[in-house]
């Protein structure tokens, strides 16, 4: 009894949950490495089977707190019982772990366009986790974090187990996500004495979250997962030789020595855009170059106008990314950007560059990626 109180006493200290949030995010950024990984796929799944039976067990002590029906326990039942004080420390251990593996995840499509949303949302809830200790107790708050944290994953796990990247997955997704939540819900209140209100007030924040997530997609705030932008840059020539691909830029000075690419492009030569996009083994998805340049004057003064925008089809598997690039034949002296998206103008990645007017010979490199 004295070494379970001292252990008891030890994870009651101020800093424990601090060390738990930690704990949960070196955990994931030591074990995962690709998101079509079945063993970090597997550790995911274990966490939200794990979090959602101790929610479950969360509400039914809420629930039994306020009545006085008396239910008997199995073998298991009893275990989750006496270990129910440290069940709030291990929800704030699993949240941490799915979020910070969720912001892992994420910050590779994520790019700093409209997409970066949903991304700085996994950010702040990673770093509010660590304050939520005192919340725990609050089953419809947990239960709407549950909601997104399923609804974050079938994101990407979907995509990764079909090798189908589409509109209809995510929405597969989403309803998979409230289903799970309305579950959660009828195990906790059945044989309740609450009157048929009470469960629907119950998963209405969870049910929310899933249809402002709905909402963030098609507003195209949601980055593009599973896919992700591994390279990109615009060159002077692209030229595929055997396995690998040659990128011809101008020379950059010895204090530029990290420049890899043409940025500035000087001169109106052809302008190639190269990217290497990662998908998932077996994933077959179209993505589009969106040309775009800024216009100078006009009534468009200032705005990016879309110039081209051209099709590719990649196939999912290779670590370095599915390798391709676009042509430009003439580009105008101005602000350039060509923007790496889906289908529906999700933004995988972005290149940027500037055109300027050659005023002398240029001497070029090539490297090979």
């Known amino acids: ?6 252990i008891r006493t030890v994870l009651h200290k101020p800093l424990t949950p601090v060390l738990f949030f930690f704990g949960g995010v070196s955990f994931d950024t030591l074990t995962l490495t690709r998101i079509d990984r079945l063993f970090d796929n597997l550790i995911l799944l274990g ?11 969360l509400g039914r002590a809420g629930r039994a707190s306020k009545t006085t029906e008396a239910v008997p326990l ?9 270990t129910r004080p440290y069940h709030p420390m291990a929800i704030q251990f699993l949240l941490g772990g799915l979020f910070s593996a969720y912001a892992i995840f994420y910050s590779r499509s ?3 366009t409209s997409t970066a949303v949903f991304f700085a949302l996994l950010v702040g809830l990673l770093v509010g986790n660590e304050f939520l200790h005192d919340q725990v107790s609050n089953f419809r708050l947990m239960l709407a974090l549950y909601a997104l944290a399923a609804a974050s994953f079938l994101t990407f796990f979907l995509p990764v187990i079909t090798g189908v990247m589409t509109t209809a997955m995510f929405l597969a997704g989403a309803v998979l996500s409230a289903g799970l939540a309305i579950a959660m819900v009828r195990l906790v209140y059945k044989g309740s004495l609450f009157s048929c209100w009470e469960p629907i007030r119950t998963a209405l924040p969870a049910l929310l979250v899933v249809g402002t997530l709905v909402a963030f997609y098609f507003l195209n705030w949601i980055p593009p997962v599973p896919l992700s932008m591994s390279f990109g840059g615009v060159y002077h020539k692209v030229v595929r030789s055997g396995d690998a691909y040659e990128l011809t830029f101008e020379r950059p000075p010895s204090y530029r020595f990290w420049k890899r690419n043409d940025d500035p492009f000087r001169g109106q030569e052809a302008a190639h855009c190269f990217t290497a996009i990662f998908a998932p083994v077996d994933l077959r998805a179209e993505i589009y170059h969106h040309w775009e340049h ?76």
């Open 110 to 112: 994520a790019s700093f």
């Open 1 to 6: 009894m004295h070494t379970a109180q001292s």
């Open 47 to 57: 966490y939200l089977g794990l979090l959602g039976v101790l929610i479950v067990r």
């Open 74 to 82: 199995s073998a298991v039942a009893t275990l989750m019982e006496r």
């Open 294 to 369: 800024r216009v100078a004057e006009g009534p468009n003064a200032g705005r990016f106008v879309t110039t081209d925008r051209i099709r590719l089809a990649i196939v999912g598997g290779r670590d370095g990314g599915y390798r391709a690039f676009t042509v430009k034949e003439r580009v105008a002296p101005g602000d350039w950007r060509v923007n790496v998206e889906t289908m529906q103008g999700r933004i995988i990645g972005r290149v940027s560059f500037r055109v300027e007017v050659a005023t002398e010979p240029l001497v070029f490199k090539t490297i090979f990626y």
